[in-house]
């Protein structure tokens, strides 16, 4: 692809050109969720080295995330711009380190240990400080914040209280700090290093030899940091070398997406760059083009109900999509039934045109996953667990890129879809899914994720067969896999930097949302973040829903989230403030469900239409038949039969009985005689 410097910019909007026009000097972007910042700097870049302002291979754009980093250089490459550097820190510190350490130090770079557990578990058994599995996981995360904060075990102690930290698996910071000695000495003893020494060791040698120094700056001359809320301070140490006093350096991040601070991460050399350095502009881009008008405004609301701690480099965002569907917002009696209630609801999606890979379930812990793939598989509908096992890890994937590989020559004279086609059609693949789900069709899924890989880098950048396998092969360093058929289910935090057509945020309620863990202003308002990344992953459809019991016929005691006060259309809230009658208040519950749910008013209608003539019938006031909540239910999951019925909250077994075939002739639009019914 071929393109002009003047057609690049006028492929962005005004915001967006602000940032890729200014190709040298210090630039802060502070890029709202969806607003198209990794656009804005791909295409700074790419009019940077179109402009001749920089030499590719002279370009270091460094991102949190191998997937990011992979999807950046694959956009560089859809703009004819090739070799720009594009890593995480620690890809990229571990390359330099790699190079250098034979001639900086001697030898042969010492193995990375791939856990700190094992190595923590026997620093704490040295210790007498015992070894069980969830204190050894809380002791290696704070390991782990002491050496991205810069903090030694001399210093830990003083560093430690000053940051407010608390005491770790019950181990006051003496001890901590006796344990981070013990660590670097088991460390040295198996002769290993960990993820974090490869930023130290590399900051170590930059300082100690300046020839070293030299040579990394001489081939790094202009740098992009994305995410850069989410820097730590041994990060920021690390970038501040490579750049040796130079101000070549565009820095992108959101202070409203910093979920990491406990990790050690910090918005403050974000919202501090300006002043470090002097007459750096700073662009803020505020149009979101992921999301509709509905979801942007929950995503506003959430920000706004800060107040004082709201951080002023904070962004408001401007919605540029067409209105949709409104927010949802569901309450139910205990997790069973949300889970139940999310999986009908993906179905529903499903048969309107959603692809199940354009959705996503969202939950604050993995714990809360188990009753939603419960769902899903009653459902029968596929699902995906994000952080299960690895995309490019699975048998079926790893035959296929062996048989793409040996493909290459003899796919000579045939297009490379059709070549693609041919290839996996001898592992399994078909150009129709297998009717049986489980293992069969997973490993269908995978194949064809690969057939449509083909088939958009054939159409994008006109790749034959080598051109696919290169990409593989990056992907696969990377972990950048290819879209899989399936929901999607993750934690808010591994949902970061990704997005979906259909978004549910399940249990939002006290306790979970924000943690019950979470003590202190500074935590409790970076779990109300967490729930802003949730909801800004949302383009169209999004869902906030929480269950008032843990178990079925447990003690319903859960209360939905304090950061949605104010949002929740809970009018019996409402009506204990306001002063309304229990009447008026369910008068205005169900306004709001007819408002906010306009594909199901017509079957709720029709429901009270008919529980109207039942009360009329036997006499009874109307509510005794079935609630409004209850004719809500219904409208909303559309039973097909009275096993699908009986889970509605408010239909109990006499119930059951005495309306149940009355309901599902409604539901399926059917005219009810009531005289008829109750004559049987």
Same mark, same amino acid.
């Given at each position: 692809?071929?393109?002009?410097?003047?057609?690049?910019?006028?492929?962005?909007?005004?915001?967006?050109?602000?940032?890729?026009?200014?190709?040298?000097?210090?630039?802060?972007?502070?890029?709202?969720?969806?607003?198209?910042?990794?656009?804005?700097?791909?295409?700074?870049?790419?009019?940077?080295?179109?402009?001749?302002?920089?030499?590719? #291979?002279?370009?270091?754009?460094?991102?949190?995330?191998?997937?990011?980093?992979?999807?950046?250089?694959?956009?560089?490459?859809?703009?004819?711009?090739?070799?720009?550097?594009?890593?995480?820190?620690?890809?990229?510190?571990?390359?330099?380190?790699?190079?250098?350490?034979?001639?900086?130090?001697?030898?042969?770079?010492?193995?990375?240990?791939?856990?700190?557990?094992? +190595?923590?578990?026997?620093?704490?058994?040295?210790?007498?400080?015992?070894?069980?599995?969830?204190?050894?996981?809380?002791?290696?995360?704070?390991?782990?914040?002491?050496?991205?904060?810069?903090?030694?075990?001399?210093?830990?102690?003083?560093?430690?209280?000053?940051?407010?930290?608390?005491?770790?698996?019950?181990?006051?910071?003496?001890?901590?700090?006796?344990?981070?000695?013990?660590?670097?000495?088991?460390?040295?003893?198996?002769?290993?290093?960990?993820?974090?020494?490869?930023?130290?060791?590399?900051?170590?040698?930059?300082?100690?030899?300046?020839?070293?120094?030299?040579?990394?700056?001489?081939?790094?001359?202009?740098?992009?940091?994305?995410?850069?809320?989410?820097?730590?301070?041994?990060?920021?140490?690390?970038?501040?070398?490579?750049?040796?006093?130079?101000?070549?350096?565009?820095?992108?991040?959101?202070?409203?997406?910093?979920?990491?601070?406990?990790?050690?991460?910090?918005?403050?050399?974000?919202?501090?760059?300006?002043?470090?350095?002097?007459?750096?502009?700073?662009?803020?881009?505020?149009?979101?083009?992921?999301?509709?008008?509905?979801?942007?405004?929950?995503?506003?609301?959430?920000?706004?109900?800060?107040?004082?701690?709201?951080?002023?480099?904070?962004?408001?965002?401007?919605?540029?999509?067409?209105?949709?569907?409104?927010?949802?917002?569901?309450?139910?009696?205990?997790?069973?039934?949300?889970?139940?209630?999310?999986?009908?609801?993906?179905?529903?999606?499903?048969?309107?045109?959603?692809?199940?890979?354009?959705?996503?379930?969202? $939950?604050?812990?993995?714990? #809360?996953?188990?009753?939603?793939?419960?769902?899903?598989?009653?459902? %029968?509908?596929? $699902?995906?667990?994000? %952080?299960?096992?690895?995309?490019?890890?699975?048998?079926?994937?790893?035959? *296929?890129?062996?048989?793409?590989?040996? *493909?290459?020559?003899?796919?000579?004279?045939?297009?490379?879809?059709?070549?693609?086609?041919?290839? +996996?059609?001898?592992?399994?693949?078909?150009?129709?899914?297998?009717?049986?789900?489980?293992?069969?069709?997973?490993?269908?899924?995978?194949?064809?994720?690969?057939?449509?890989?083909?088939?958009?880098?054939?159409?994008?950048?006109?790749?034959?067969?080598?051109?696919?396998?290169?990409?593989?092969?990056?992907?696969?360093?990377?972990?950048?896999?290819?879209?899989?058929?399936?929901?999607?289910?993750?934690?808010?935090?591994?949902?970061?930097?990704?997005?979906?057509?259909?978004?549910?945020?399940?249990?939002?309620?006290?306790?979970? +949302?924000?943690?019950?863990?979470?003590?202190?202003?500074? *935590?409790?308002?970076?779990?109300?973040?967490?729930?802003?990344?949730?909801?800004?992953?949302?383009?169209?459809?999004?869902?906030?829903?929480?269950?008032?019991?843990?178990?079925?016929?447990?003690?319903?005691?859960?209360?939905?989230?304090?950061?949605?006060?104010?949002?929740?259309?809970?009018?019996?809230?409402?009506?204990?403030?306001?002063?309304?009658?229990?009447?008026?208040?369910?008068?205005?519950?169900?306004?709001?469900?007819?408002?906010?749910?306009?594909?199901?008013?017509?079957?709720?209608?029709? +429901?009270?239409?008919?529980?109207?003539?039942?009360?009329?019938?036997?006499?009874?006031?109307?509510?005794?038949?079935?609630?409004?909540?209850?004719?809500?239910?219904?409208?909303?999951?559309?039973?097909?039969?009275?096993?699908?019925?009986?889970?509605?909250?408010?239909?109990? *077994?006499?119930?059951?009985?005495?309306?149940?075939?009355?309901?599902?002739?409604?539901?399926?639009?059917?005219?009810?005689?009531? #005289?008829?019914?109750?004559?049987?």
């Amino acid at each position: 692809m071929s393109t002009s410097t003047d057609e690049l910019l006028d492929m962005l909007d005004d915001d967006q050109r602000a940032v890729a026009e200014q190709v040298t000097g210090p630039l802060c972007v502070l890029a709202g969720a969806g607003t198209g910042k990794t656009r804005a700097i791909t295409y700074r870049i790419a009019n940077g080295v179109l402009s001749g302002a920089y030499n590719p #291979q002279t370009v270091l754009a460094v991102t949190f995330t191998a997937r990011a980093a992979g999807e950046m250089r694959s956009r560089l490459r859809d703009l004819g711009v090739g070799g720009v550097q594009a890593r995480t820190f620690h890809a990229a510190a571990l390359r330099q380190l790699s190079f250098f350490w034979p001639t900086a130090v001697g030898g042969q770079l010492p193995r990375i240990a791939e856990h700190k557990a094992s +190595l923590v578990a026997e620093a704490s058994g040295r210790l007498g400080l015992g070894a069980d599995r969830t204190a050894i996981r809380d002791l290696s995360g704070e390991v782990e914040w002491a050496k991205v904060s810069l903090v030694t075990a001399d210093d830990y102690t003083v560093r430690a209280a000053r940051a407010g930290r608390e005491a770790v698996a019950g181990h006051d910071h003496a001890t901590i700090a006796r344990l981070l000695s013990v660590y670097e000495d088991v460390k040295n003893e198996r002769g290993v290093i960990d993820f974090e020494d490869v930023l130290l060791l590399l900051v170590g040698i930059l300082l100690e030899r300046e020839d070293v120094a030299a040579q990394v700056r001489t081939q790094y001359r202009h740098f992009v940091v994305d995410e850069y809320q989410d820097v730590s301070p041994l990060q920021q140490r690390l970038l501040d070398l490579w750049l040796g006093g130079r101000r070549e350096v565009c820095v992108v991040g959101d202070v409203s997406q910093t979920i990491y601070s406990f990790t050690g991460a910090t918005p403050r050399f974000l919202t501090d760059f300006p002043r470090r350095y002097e007459g750096a502009p700073v662009v803020r881009l505020v149009r979101d083009y992921r999301s509709t008008p509905q979801v942007v405004d929950l995503a506003n609301k959430v920000l706004s109900r800060a107040g004082r701690h709201r951080n002023a480099a904070a962004v408001e965002l401007v919605a540029q999509r067409p209105s949709s569907a409104p927010v949802r917002y569901e309450t139910y009696d205990d997790d069973l039934a949300e889970a139940r209630g999310v999986a009908e609801r993906i179905a529903a999606l499903a048969k309107e045109g959603v692809p199940l890979s354009e959705v996503a379930v969202l $939950y604050r812990t993995n714990g #809360q996953s188990e009753a939603v793939e419960q769902a899903l598989a009653d459902a %029968g509908i596929g $699902y995906l667990v994000r %952080g299960g096992e690895r995309f490019f890890s699975r048998r079926e994937v790893r035959e *296929a890129i062996v048989m793409l590989r040996g *493909a290459v020559r003899a796919s000579a004279g045939q297009s490379m879809p059709e070549a693609v086609r041919d290839v +996996l059609s001898s592992v399994g693949w078909a150009a129709s899914p297998p009717s049986a789900r489980g293992a069969a069709r997973e490993r269908w899924e995978s194949l064809n994720s690969l057939v449509n890989l083909a088939d958009e880098l054939h159409r994008s950048r006109e790749a034959d067969m080598a051109g696919l396998v290169a990409e593989l092969d990056e992907r696969m360093s990377a972990q950048h896999a290819p879209t899989v058929a399936g929901v999607t289910l993750a934690s808010l935090h591994a949902a970061k930097g990704l997005e979906w057509d259909a978004v549910f945020l399940v249990g939002v309620s006290e306790g979970l +949302l924000p943690i019950s863990l979470a003590e202190g202003d500074a *935590a409790v308002e970076e779990e109300r973040r967490l729930l802003y990344v949730g909801v800004t992953r949302a383009r169209e459809h999004l869902q906030l829903s929480y269950a008032r019991a843990r178990t079925v016929g447990g003690r319903a005691s859960r209360k939905r989230s304090r950061f949605l006060d104010g949002i929740w259309p809970d009018d019996a809230a409402a009506a204990r403030r306001g002063g309304l009658s229990r009447r008026a208040a369910a008068r205005a519950r169900t306004e709001t469900f007819v408002e906010s749910n306009p594909a199901d008013a017509e079957l709720f209608e029709r +429901l009270r239409s008919w529980r109207g003539q039942v009360a009329k019938a036997i006499s009874k006031p109307a509510y005794t038949v079935l609630h409004d909540t209850t004719l809500q239910a219904i409208a909303t999951a559309k039973p097909k039969d009275l096993r699908q019925l009986a889970v509605l909250r408010g239909i109990g *077994a006499t119930k059951l009985e005495a309306y149940g075939g009355q309901v599902l002739a409604v539901v399926r639009g059917e005219d009810v005689d009531v #005289q008829e019914w109750l004559s049987r």
